[in-house]
Each structure stands twice: as structure tokens, then as C-alpha cells.
């Protein structure tokens, strides 16, 4: 064994989940080292999530590191629905008393996170490897890992699990300590990021019979798209000019004055599933963000989720380090879980509501319509998804 030292939360991954809980407790003086298996800029570089619930934003502006969010993200009070030969506008700020949500991508919100947590000579161990959670259903867990051929060990009074949905974590976990609900689902989304202008100010969410497509966006001049593909989608097979084409005919833009195409960055497949572990908690580890929970990304709950964990766990944890009082990490699996579950519903709802299933049957097919339909036309039923899009209170 090589050296061995002392900290108050050993923390495992270096996404959104593990990094906002760091910041959070650094800034009310609880110290933490984070253990990350990548090195910096994969872990800056890697393109995901770009839409911010309110309740994300006021975390980060509490974790400090809200500067160049307030001053780059993009507010957006609206989203666009098409379907059913329409396309309507849901104007979510109106529907939710104020309400918006920012687009911001997620590697931007990891790039701030990971400067402020190095400005404040905050401990990050990339390329930390073969980490190993161990003894936390005592009081004295304890975290392994090596790094330049040397093991080293952290001795932890508590292990934050935020090392995403293939981490070592919840693996760790003795056969039987958690359950896990899935849902696989028979579709990816090939997403887009492109040099090109957005289709609309707002995002535009399609329904059309070749399946689902998104039209979002990075700025006001880098577009991020999105088209709903196989599972196994093979990228070769999708040049830039069928992807603007699929783009096209899917949103119902006959005459190209919506779709702007541009230089392609970058191009990926993401496969589409629901997936919920519980309980969160096992003795002194926490699991959080997308080690506990997958939502398929309709929704735009991945990242908002990670955040609404981490609020509820840093508060647990401060509690006990400043008022040794432990009620909230007693109760945070379940507080944290009845807020995932809502937001697991509001996903799986979505991206029912606007892909298609190659096994779904007339019958089927006519109900999604039926609720597009009602959705375009109904004040009741955009009110309902206004609400769970700019997100369920904290
Ligand atoms: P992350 O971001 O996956 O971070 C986990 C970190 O843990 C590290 N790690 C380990 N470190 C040490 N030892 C080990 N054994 C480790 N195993 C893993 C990983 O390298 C990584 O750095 O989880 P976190 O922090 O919980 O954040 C969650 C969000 O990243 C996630 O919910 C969203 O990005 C989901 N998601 C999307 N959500 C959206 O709302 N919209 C999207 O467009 C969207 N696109 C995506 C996505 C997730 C994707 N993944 C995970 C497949 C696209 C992709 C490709
Ligand atoms: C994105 O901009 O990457 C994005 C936006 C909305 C979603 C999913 C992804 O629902």
C-alpha cells in the first residue's frame, strides 16, 4: 500500500453530480476529493445535456459559479410542438407563473465547475484508476485507487457515488443492498452539433412518422439536432446531407426556410433508456445523479436531476457536519426518489408521446395522435408539461 490520508467526503466521478456537490460543500467549509477515471478534457469535452431547469441555475449561482451562465445562456420562455400536421408554440413562462429554463451545454457547466473547484485548491484526481469503494457499511469507509503505479488510499467519513450510470459504485454494491427498475427503449437519437444557425429561437420537439426529431441549439450560432434512429444506428450510413434532409422532412420545413445547415462538429448515436436504483443509500455511500437514475433525454431531465440529488445530499451532509444532525441523510434516498420518480414519468411520457414504436399497432398509433392532438389544442394539457419541464420544485 502506498499512501494514505484523511477526508471529509470521498467523491467518486468528475461529471455535473460529483463536481456541484464538491463546490456546494467546499463553500460551507466541508472538504472533499474528487476521483475521476478520465483525464480533463475528456471529461470537458464530452457533449451532452444543454437545457437548465430554474432550480439548477439558483445551485450553480449558490455553488458560485454562475458568471458566465448569467451571461451567456440563452432564456427561453417557450418551446415548440410538431405533430399532427401542426406546429404550436407552448409558452411555458405564461403556463407556470414566470417560469423559464436556460440553454446552457453541460460541458460549459462542467468547464466552470472544474475551474472554480482548481481556483479554490480543490483536490481532483483525474485519471484515477481502478477505484474501489470499500467498508462503507461501516463507520470508517474507505476509497482505493492508483495513480501513476502507486495506491493510494482516502479515508472517508462518507462516499458520494456520482460516477454516472457504468461506474464502480453502484456496482460495489453487496447482491440485494438496491433494487433497479428499466426500461430499454427500441430507438437512439443520432444527435448533431452543427456551425449553423439554429432552426428557431426556441427548441422545436417533432413528431413525424419517420420518427422523433429535435431542433435545439449551443448559441445563437451553433444548432444542436437531433433525429431518432436504431439503437445500433451505424453513422457511416448518415452523411451530413441526409441528416439535413431527414432534419427537414421530419419538421415539416417543405421549402428549407427553417433548417439551416452548416459545418458538422460533431455527430453521435445515444441510446434511449429509464432505469431507477433504489434505495439511494447503502450504510455511508450515496449514490446520486446518473449512478442512481437514467431518464431517456426527451425531457431534458439527465443533468437537472443530478443537480436536484446533489441539492438534497449537500444539504443532508452540511446538517450533519455543522448541526450533527442526521435526519436528512436518513431520509434523503427517499425525499431524493420522489422527485427522480416524477421526472422518470415526465420523460418516459415524452418520448412516448413523440416517437415511434416499430412495434405498435393501428390502435396504438392513433392514440399518440389523439394525444398530440389534445396536447396542441388543450390549455390543460400544456400546462401540465409546461410545469414538469421547467422542473418540480426542489
Ligand atoms: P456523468 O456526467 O456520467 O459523470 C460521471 C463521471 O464518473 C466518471 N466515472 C468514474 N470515475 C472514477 N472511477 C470510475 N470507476 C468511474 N466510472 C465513471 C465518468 O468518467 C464521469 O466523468 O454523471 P452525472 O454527474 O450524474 O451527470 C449526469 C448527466 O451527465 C446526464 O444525466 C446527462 O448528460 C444525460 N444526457 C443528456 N441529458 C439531457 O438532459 N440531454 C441530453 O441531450 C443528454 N445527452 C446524456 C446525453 C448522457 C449521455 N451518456 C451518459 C451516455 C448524451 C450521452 C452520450
Ligand atoms: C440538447 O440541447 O442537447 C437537448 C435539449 C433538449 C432535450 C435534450 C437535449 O430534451
Excluded at 499512501?3 to 466541508?30: D, E, F, W
Excluded at 433504489?278 to 431534458?300: K, N, Q, S
Amino acid at each position: 500500500m502506498g499512501t494514505s490520508r484523511r477526508i471529509q467526503v470521498g467523491i467518486v466521478g468528475c461529471g455535473p453530480a460529483g463536481l456541484l456537490l464538491s463546490q456546494l460543500l467546499h463553500v460551507n467549509g466541508i472538504e472533499s476529493v474528487i476521483l475521476e477515471r478520465r483525464d480533463r478534457a475528456y471529461v470537458e469535452g464530452r457533449i451532452r445535456a444543454g437545457v437548465l431547469e430554474q432550480g439548477t441555475v439558483d445551485l450553480l449561482r449558490a455553488a458560485g459559479v454562475a458568471g458566465r451562465l448569467e451571461r451567456e445562456g440563452l432564456i427561453h420562455g417557450g418551446i415548440e410542438i410538431a405533430g399532427a400536421g401542426e406546429r404550436i408554440r407552448i409558452p411555458l413562462t405564461d403556463l407556470t407563473g414566470g417560469k423559464v429554463v436556460t440553454i446552457y451545454g453541460q460541458t460549459e457547466v462542467t468547464k466552470d465547475l472544474i475551474a472554480a473547484r482548481l481556483a479554490a485548491c480543490g483536490e481532483i484526481v483525474f485519471e484515477a484508476e481502478d477505484v474501489q469503494p470499500l467498508d462503507y457499511d461501516t463507520d470508517r469507509p474507505r476509497l482505493t485507487y492508483r495513480k501513476n503505479g502507486e495506491t493510494v488510499e482516502l479515508a472517508c467519513d462518507f462516499i458520494a457515488g456520482c460516477d454516472g450510470f457504468h461506474g464502480v459504485c453502484r456496482a460495489s454494491l453487496p447482491e440485494g443492498a438496491i433494487q433497479t427498475l428499466e426500461r430499454v427503449y427500441p430507438f437512439g437519437w443520432l444527435g448533431v452539433l452543427a456551425k449553423a444557425p439554429p432552426a428557431s429561437d426556441e427548441l422545436i420537439y417533432a413528431h413525424h412518422e419517420n420518427g422523433f426529431a429535435l431542433f435545439s441549439m449551443r448559441s445563437a450560432t451553433i444548432s444542436r439536432n437531433y433525429l431518432q434512429c436504431r439503437p445500433d444506428e451505424d453513422l457511416t450510413e448518415w452523411p451530413d446531407a441526409r441528416v439535413w434532409d431527414e432534419l427537414r422532412l421530419r419538421v415539416g420545413d417543405s421549402d428549407g426556410s427553417l433548417v439551416n445547415e452548416g459545418e458538422v462538429l460533431e455527430k453521435s448515436v445515444v441510446p434511449m433508456r429509464s432505469f431507477v436504483a433504489e434505495p439511494l443509500r447503502h450504510g455511508r455511500l450515496f449514490l446520486a445523479g446518473d449512478a442512481a437514475h437514467i431518464v431517456p433525454p426527451t425531457g431534458a431531465k439527465g443533468l437537472n436531476l443530478a443537480a436536484s440529488d446533489i441539492h438534497y445530499l449537500h444539504r443532508a451532509l452540511i446538517a450533519h457536519y455543522k448541526h450533527g444532525d442526521d435526519s436528512g441523510l436518513d431520509s434523503y434516498s427517499q425525499t431524493a426518489l420522489a422527485r427522480i420518480w416524477k421526472a422518470e414519468r415526465f420523460s418516459w411520457w415524452m418520448t412516448s408521446l413523440l416517437h415511434t414504436f416499430p412495434d405498435t399497432r393501428a390502435f396504438e398509433n392513433r392514440m399518440q395522435l389523439a394525444e398530440i392532438e389534445y396536447l396542441l389544442a388543450s390549455k390543460a394539457a400544456q400546462t401540465s408539461l409546461a410545469e414538469n419541464y421547467v422542473g418540480l420544485p426542489f
